[in-house]
């Protein structure tokens, strides 16, 4: 069976050593405006590249808009 986690509701195949940034490159999410949380715990901008996912997370990364 293959090792998985939850990216906003969408279960992705997770591997060994899995970053935030190789999550939001698997989803193709591109924009600078983000938060992510992972168990619900916020990751950092500068840590993206760092962070590690473990198997079975939840990842939430939520799109900040902004308008006047």
Do not use: C
């Not at 195949?13 to 899995?18: H, L, S, V």
């Not at 193709?28 to 590249?49: C, H, P, S, W």
């Amino acid at each position: 069976m293959e090792k998985q986690l939850t990216i906003n509701g969408h279960r992705r195949i997770w591997t060994e050593g899995m970053t935030v940034q190789d999550a939001l490159d698997l989803m193709n999410y591109t924009f600078i405006m983000l938060v992510v949380k992972i168990n619900g715990e916020v990751v950092l901008r500068q840590d993206y590249a760092s962070t590690l996912i473990p198997e079975g997370a939840e990842v939430l990364v939520i799109h900040l808009i902004s308008g006047g």
